[in-house]
């Protein structure tokens, strides 16, 4: 599924109630005075005013742990990971049963790819306060990430059953659930997800994506609409929103989406690549080549870029090129059939039968429903003599739906 858009969330307490304005302190050194009106600014929106307040609530109490936490996570929020660290770091030395700063940090290793480090916080937070369920969800997030699926789903059972209302974790339970082919549970606890959180553009992007796996081509229009109106800036539902619209023969709607995309992230590797396919598709070649190469320099390692940039190379008479790529998509997926097949058939016409053979072979290998290999192993052999076995492949091709075969039965093997 989509990226896999998880929350990673930061809590702490509040214990003041907002009158509309921030109130003045009747004691100068009073640091819970200090800490309290910072909460409040912070909760306003008042970032600045919140750090000077956690800054001097800290300086009239150094050891004041829960002061750090809060600042931790404000400087978090504020893209300052390093100030975040040394501030949960500080409170877990003041205070080494703060589930909520081991929480956050783990949360912090986890965004910084500490995965080691995240899942020792997430797992001290579990211990110190086994009722957090934000902890267990996002524990449950790092164990999918890492392929720990029975236990990320143990993680999320566990977080929904402390917080029944807890939307997100119905949404990472819904993506598990279809990762895992349960297409019915994963549209249940996006379902659930959305009726707790109607404003969840996730979870509507989610369940987009799991209709579209399932044909229903409208529902999933629907839920990516939704996702967008929600998110204006999410990349992701514009992506899939174009790739719906490119197969249901919106090209016109396709490209506007696939540009909002890359507009919105341009280091959106697959965004590029689709849009690639697309110009293609419409005769822009060019455009195409560009984008195939943006895509392939984004994420070096996508077969299917080098495959569909050497298919146009291979159109443009780029020979040598096309072989270069075709080689590449192999060596990155070695099991890409499409990908042996057309290096077998730019081998054929390059005159290298013996190689083109060894291609199809393992074209049809791989799959054995490749009607194209068939036919041109098929013509190979019967021009090489081997005219038993090539007539089989012909035979297998025209059974597979290739037309052509039969016209080259009558050819051969008549």
Request: glycine residues 10%.
């Amino acid at each position: 599924m989509k990226k896999l858009l998880f929350a990673c969330f930061l809590f702490f307490c509040l214990a003041c109630s907002v009158q509309g304005q921030t109130p003045q302190l009747d004691e100068a050194k009073d640091a819970d005075a200090y800490y309290n009106r910072g909460i409040l600014k912070s909760n306003l929106g008042d970032n600045l005013g919140a750090m000077q307040d956690y800054n001097k609530a800290i300086e009239l109490d150094p050891k004041y742990a829960t002061a750090y936490h809060s600042r931790g996570v404000l400087k978090k929020d504020l893209g300052d990971n390093q100030g975040a660290m040394q501030d949960y770091n500080k409170a877990i030395e003041l205070n080494p049963k703060h589930a909520n700063a081991y929480h956050n940090r783990g949360v912090l290793k986890y965004n910084l790819g500490d995965n080691q480090g995240a899942m020792q916080d997430y797992n001290k937070a579990t211990e110190l306060d086994p009722k957090l369920a934000y902890a267990y969800h996002n524990r449950g997030n790092l164990k999918k990430n890492l392929g720990d699926n029975q236990g990320a789903m143990q993680d999320y059972n566990k977080a929904i059953e402390l917080d029944p209302k807890n939307a997100a974790a119905y949404n990472s339970r819904g993506i598990l659930k279809a990762d895992l082919g349960d297409n019915q549970g994963a549209m249940q606890d996006f379902n659930k997800a959305i009726e707790l959180d109607p404003k969840n553009a996730y979870a509507y992007y989610n369940r987009g994506v799991l209709k579209k796996n399932l044909g229903d081509n409208q529902g999933a229009m629907q839920d990516f609409n939704k996702a967008i109106e929600l998110d204006p800036k999410d990349a992701y539902a514009y992506h899939s929103r174009g790739v719906l619209k490119y197969n249901l023969g919106d090209n016109q709607g396709a490209m506007q989406d696939y540009n909002k995309a890359i507009e919105l992230d341009p280091k959106f590797a697959l965004a590029y690549y689709n849009r690639g396919i697309l110009k293609a598709g419409l005769g822009d070649n060019q455009g195409a080549m560009q984008d195939y190469n943006k895509a392939i320099e984004l994420d070096p390692k996508n077969a299917r870029a080098y495959y569909n940039r050497g298919n146009l190379k291979d159109n443009l008479g780029d020979n040598q090129g096309a072989m270069q790529d075709y080689n590449k998509a192999i060596e990155l997926n070695p099991k890409y059939a499409y990908a042996y097949n057309n290096r077998g058939i730019l081998k054929y016409n390059l005159g290298d039968n013996q190689g083109a053979m060894q291609d199809f072979n393992k074209a049809v290998e791989l799959d054995p429903k490749n009607a194209n290999a068939y036919f041109i192993r098929g013509v190979l052999k019967c021009g090489s003599g081997q005219k038993e076995s090539g007539c089989l492949d012909l035979s297998k091709a025209g059974e597979l739906g290739f037309v052509r075969a039969y016209e080259a039965i009558k050819e051969y093997c008549q």
